[in-house]
């Protein structure tokens, strides 16, 4: 038998050491030590398919592996996580490679209804998230009943407001793409364009929600993208972040 070294074309092991069928299968992997930090999982299906990753981290983190050649302006994938009556949703794959981002999030639902899905960034790569007063944001919103309308946060509050009010009601779920500008440059404020679909609680009416926000924070560059409800878990949905490149 040849040496390993000498081994060439189908004789060589696979280069990964997990195989799932998507990735909410590869999210809820459990059973990871310390020993398996940087590995790789082949995941077959879902969004991205065909696709290779590392463990990061054994909770699990995974960061995809490969590159991207397309142009200036595309979408290239980051980091993805599926909701499971999770506390927070945490994006900290952020890196100098892009400056601007976009979250896409599907089929979210709270897990009660009638609290607002929130944002808020982190300051260092350990990570620590910002809870301070230090965020402003606004919107305006359009619904079935064709009533139209804006609000405000009142002044400087602890996050960024994106969906308001949700509801839990069967066949419903809280859906929205997310620009994000600036957050990997330190002197420049960070700021956020959403624009979403949802069934709010309060009137069970069908609504189109435009909000926008910045963290006033012109001193480090944003480490991380948490999504969480005001109040209790998010019980389901997918959220998906992408870098866009500069060139």
């Known amino acids: 038998m040849a040496q390993h070294s ?3 074309g189908l004789n060589i092991h696979v280069p990964y050491a997990w195989e799932y069928a998507d990735e909410t299968e590869r999210e809820a992997a459990t059973g990871f030590v310390a020993a398996d930090v940087g590995k790789f999982a082949r995941q077959i299906g879902g969004t991205p398919a065909n696709s290779i990753w590392m463990l990061t981290a054994t909770t699990p983190t995974w960061v995809a592996v490969g590159g991207d050649s397309s142009g200036a302006g595309s979408m290239v994938f980051v980091e993805s996580h599926s909701a499971s009556n999770s506390a927070t949703l945490d994006f900290t794959s952020l890196s100098d ?3 601007d981002y976009i979250l896409k999030i599907t089929g979210l639902i709270p897990a009660s209804a009638g609290n607002n899905l929130i944002v808020r960034f982190a300051t260092n790569a350990t990570p620590t998230w910002d809870s301070g007063n230090n965020y402003r944001w606004g919107r305006v919103y359009w619904n079935m009943a064709a009533a139209t309308g804006g609000t405000g946060d009142g002044g400087a509050t602890s996050n960024i ?3 308001a009010v949700i509801a839990t009601t069967t066949g419903y779920s809280f859906n929205a793409d997310i620009r ?3 957050l990997r ?3 420049l404020y960070k700021s956020l364009n959403s624009r979403a679909e949802q069934l709010i ?7 189109g929600i435009h909000s926008m926000g910045y963290w006033l924070n012109n001193s480090v560059k944003a480490f991380g993208i948490r999504l969480l409800m005001s109040s209790g878990n998010i019980s389901s949905g997918l959220a998906t972040l992408y870098g866009i490149k500069d060139s």
């Open 201 to 207: 609680s309060s009137d069970s009416n069908l609504y």
């Open 161 to 163: 407001q994106i969906g």
């Open 180 to 182: 994000f500008s600036n």
């Open 185 to 187: 440059t330190a002197a």
């Open 6 to 8: 000498e081994e060439t």
């Open 97 to 99: 490679t892009y400056n």
